[in-house]
């Protein structure tokens, strides 16, 4: 038996396992948001690995953010659930709260064909 146990299951990070979101603003799409789960070891939990959720936006003229950690207590993935994201851009002009859904599994992996997204990515 490992040292280090996998994490506690949670039914209610699976929409980030390979999610694709929209972000809008005034009900205009201005961007999209993958996002991919895994977990990690931390020393303030050292016999339990904990949740990771990274994501990465990607404006509608392509132009793509840094890819982004969200770690425990999961600022953003609380917001998302929330049905909004506040972004940090490079580009101050993009800065701000957007609303956020999530795209429909049927429509995922076209869009993260679109989007250039891979695992690599993350």
């Given at each position: ?39 990690f ?39 998302m ?42």
């Amino acid at each position: 038996m490992p040292i280090v146990r996998p994490p506690h299951p949670d039914e209610s990070l699976e929409p980030f396992d390979g999610g694709v979101g929209v972000l809008t603003r005034d009900g205009e799409v201005r961007g999209h948001v993958a996002t991919t789960l895994s977990w990690f070891w931390s020393p303030f939990s050292p016999l339990r690995k904990q949740w990771w959720v990274w994501y990465i936006v990607v404006w509608t003229d392509g132009v793509r953010e840094p890819s982004t950690e969200d770690y425990p207590p999961f600022l953003a993935v609380t917001e998302m659930r929330s049905g909004y994201l506040d972004v940090e851009s490079a580009a101050l002009t993009r800065n701000g709260r957007y609303d956020f859904a999530w795209l429909p599994p049927t429509e995922r992996d076209a869009m993260l064909a679109r989007l250039g997204i891979s695992s690599d990515d993350f």
